[in-house]
T-cell receptor
Framework: RKEVEQDPGPFNVPEGATVAFNCTYSNSASQSFFWYRQDCRKEPKLLMSVYSSGNEDGRFTAQLNRASQYISLLIRDSKLSDSATYLC?????????FGAGTRLTVKP | DAGVIQSPRHEVTEMGQEVTLRCKPISGHNSLFWYRQTMMRGLELLIYFNNNVPIDDSGMPEDRFSAKMPNASFSTLKIQPSEPRDSAVYFCASIISGVADTQYFGPGTRLTVL
């Protein structure tokens, strides 16, 4: 079983839709959590950190449930430019573990 | 400021040849990571260095892979001899350990072993 599990998708949604991605992690000692975005043939880039209290950045909302070892990302009013692969990342000290990614395609 | 720099960006080689990938971390970052990404296995951590010292190399696939960091501004990942199953994108990332835990990735080296 992988340490970080994500639904690989693909998610194909129309512009303006709301889409949610989920992620579970197995190591309860994990300390910090992130969502990264990776465009085709590019490097991963930080989208946002994830806090227990939940945090929002514009159209993006991230949630963490430590008890259930579950992380989520909600994208509202999706744009064509949101099309990418979204990687769930769990960190133990300097040891970052990446999920396999969830592919999102937003269509006109 | 320059980000993480990797070279070459693309490498095509034949099975059995030695391959050397290079990385220059962001200036001031003291931890450096090497990752491999494939469709089948996703993004895998191969090895990471803290203050030029290898801390965890448990992700290195086998003895054919080796990594060095002779100074704070340069690291290499070497594959000798290369095999077709080594074909992947290899990313280098850096961070300021103990201050922030957001990794900054280089553009990657796309390796094809024929």
């Amino acid at each position: 079983r992988k340490e970080v599990e994500q639904d690989p998708g693909p998610f194909n949604v129309p512009e303006g839709a709301t889409v949610a991605f989920n992620c579970t992690y197995s190591n309860s000692a994990s300390q910090s959590f992130f969502w990264y975005r990776q465009d085709c043939r590019k490097e991963p880039k930080l989208l946002m950190s994830v806090y227990s209290s939940g945090n929002e950045d514009g159209r993006f909302t991230a949630q963490l449930n430590r008890a259930s070892q579950y992380i989520s990302l909600l994208i509202r009013d999706s744009k064509l430019s949101d099309s990418a692969t979204y990687l769930c990342v769990v960190n133990r000290g300097n040891d970052m573990r990446f999920g396999a990614g969830t592919r999102l395609t937003v269509k006109p | 400021d320059a980000g993480v720099i990797q070279s070459p960006r693309h490498e095509v080689t034949e099975m059995g040849q030695e391959v050397t990938l290079r990385c220059k971390p962001i200036s001031g970052h003291n931890s450096l990571f090497w990752y491999r990404q494939t469709m089948m296995r996703g993004l895998e951590l191969l090895i990471y260095f803290n203050n030029n010292v290898p801390i965890d190399d448990s992700g290195m696939p086998e003895d054919r892979f080796s990594a060095k960091m002779p100074n704070a501004s340069f690291s290499t990942l070497k594959i000798q001899p290369s095999e077709p199953r080594d074909s992947a994108v290899y990313f280098c990332a850096s961070i300021i350990s103990g201050v922030a835990d957001t990794q900054y990735f280089g553009p990657g080296t796309r390796l094809t072993v024929l």
